[in-house]
């Protein structure tokens, strides 16, 4: 079944798209908690971390490479930034299409809530 990211990826749903080319898109998240929060995901169709093989490095490198695009085109790439990958139930993920939040735009604080450690 496909998810609501693979619509957005293939222009079916509606996003503010602010990348893509032909291993990922990045897009703004609908529900941001950072003045910048966007998503970059790959166009193919990965559940999770947990399913990525080596034949993904260079889509999961073009990840990265493009998180640093946007971080600069955000004004970020002094200021620093953050990004996450959750991957499955317990590390929070609700979304299973592969993805990176790239988050910045204020001080973001310690890396989890004091309430999530030990
Ligand atoms: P995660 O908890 O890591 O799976 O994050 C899923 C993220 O997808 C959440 O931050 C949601 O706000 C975001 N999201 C869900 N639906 C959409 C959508 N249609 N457009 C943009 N972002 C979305």
Redesign the pocket.
Known sequence: MST??ER?IDGE???TIVYQDDLVTA???????APV?I?IVPNKAIPSVQEVEAEDEAMLGRMFTVARKIAEEQGLAERGYRL???CGDE??????HL?M?LLGGKSLGPMLDRKFRL
């Open positions: 609501i990211f957005i749903a509606p996003a897009f703004k998240d609908i529900n941001p908690i929060h998503l996450i990958v959750n590390g929070g993920q609700e979304v299973y993805h939040h």
